[in-house]
């Protein structure tokens, strides 16, 4: 007899969330890179305006906004992907192919991006440039009161298919990551197999994702000034290549440490609080 753990459908959102407290402030500086319209100051250097400028705590601004994102986005592509995963696998003999890990991926991280305003994550490039908002709830509050209830959807189709490609870049490709590592039978399923793992995740999601991450960016951030994704686009490639990878190295420093974080706290949370499956 063997027993084996399975994860809780809600700690995807819970891990998320601790991830998210220890990398949001890279998660700011990224965003302000990013809109940019031209490049004046690198990674290091808009750190240190925002410290001088706001003090050490403003790093944290807008920190209510992403719980409250990784809570509805995270915790539902999480619970979606694990849970069909779980099925399909007590199912099969096998492990499930990577073509289906990744249009699982890609299922569960478009539509669930529709049950998080996306507006709610970005909130807090308007409140740290002109404290509009006090915190997450009053940001949602007063975008709707005072623009209406599209602009919380300012970028949803953008928005969907970042976040399709950073859930097949994290979910699947850490699951494909992890099986081949296991796979070679050097390493067992331990807290080194699971850093390398996500790791490697980490780097796939950055780079599938950082061309739309830019625009979407772009267009949540917009005062009107683009009509729409393919009028975003344009502007963006008038830039240049370079400009759909604008902010790269640190959305890879924000992001690899998150997807990290998420699934070494993910795997912790399974092996001491998980169900319990003897076989």
Same mark, same amino acid.
């Given at each position: 007899?063997?027993?084996?753990?399975?994860?809780?459908?809600?700690?995807?959102?819970?891990?998320?969330?601790?991830?998210?407290?220890?990398?949001?402030?890279?998660? %700011?500086?990224? /965003?302000?890179?990013?809109?940019?319209?031209? /490049?004046?100051l690198r990674m290091v250097g808009m750190a240190t305006h925002v410290v001088k400028s706001e003090g050490f705590l403003a790093?944290? $601004?807008?920190?209510?906004? $992403?719980?409250c994102r990784q809570m509805s986005y995270s915790l539902t592509r999480f619970a979606i992907y694990e849970t069909v995963r779980d099925v399909i696998g007590s199912t099969s003999q096998g492990p499930m192919p990577f073509y289906q890990k990744v249009l699982?991926?890609?299922?569960?991280?478009?539509?669930?991006?529709?049950?998080?305003? $996306?507006?709610?994550?970005?909130?807090?490039?308007?409140?740290?440039?002109?404290?509009?908002?006090?915190?997450?709830?009053?940001?949602? /509050?007063?975008?709707?009161?005072?623009?209406?209830?599209r602009k919380l959807?300012?970028?949803?189709?953008?928005?969907?298919?970042?976040?399709?490609?950073?859930?097949?870049g994290q979910l699947a490709c850490y699951d494909q990551a992890k099986q081949l590592v296991l796979g070679t039978g050097v390493m067992g399923d331990n807290v080194l197999t699971h850093f390398l793992s996500?790791?490697?995740?980490g780097g796939c999601a950055t780079f599938l994702c950082q061309? %739309?991450?830019?625009?979407?960016?772009?267009?949540?951030? $917009?005062?009107?000034e683009y009509t729409g994704v393919?009028?975003?686009?344009?502007?963006?490639?008038?830039?240049?290549?370079?400009?759909?990878y604008?902010?790269?190295?640190?959305?890879?420093?924000?992001?690899?440490?998150?997807?990290? %974080?998420?699934?070494?706290f993910l795997e912790q949370l399974k092996n001491h609080f998980g169900i319990r499956i003897i076989s």
């Open positions: 007899m063997t027993e084996k753990r399975m994860s809780r459908w809600y700690f995807g959102g819970i891990a998320s969330c601790g991830a998210a407290c220890c990398t949001h402030p890279l998660d %700011l500086i990224k /965003v302000h890179l990013q809109t940019q319209q031209e /490049v004046k790093l944290y $601004s807008g920190l209510s906004a $992403s719980l699982l991926g890609a299922f569960g991280g478009r539509e669930r991006t529709y049950l998080s305003p $996306s507006y709610c994550r970005h909130y807090f490039l308007l409140s740290f440039a002109f404290g509009s908002y006090k915190h997450a709830i009053d940001g949602l /509050v007063r975008v709707f009161q005072e623009e209406g209830l959807f300012s970028g949803a189709t953008m928005a969907s298919s970042r976040g399709a490609l950073v859930t097949v996500s790791f490697i995740a061309p %739309l991450d830019v625009m979407k960016t772009r267009l949540m951030s $917009s005062k009107g393919t009028h975003c686009l344009r502007e963006t490639a008038r830039l240049g290549p370079m400009a759909f604008k902010g790269l190295v640190p959305a890879g420093i924000r992001l690899i440490p998150h997807t990290v %974080l998420t699934f070494m």
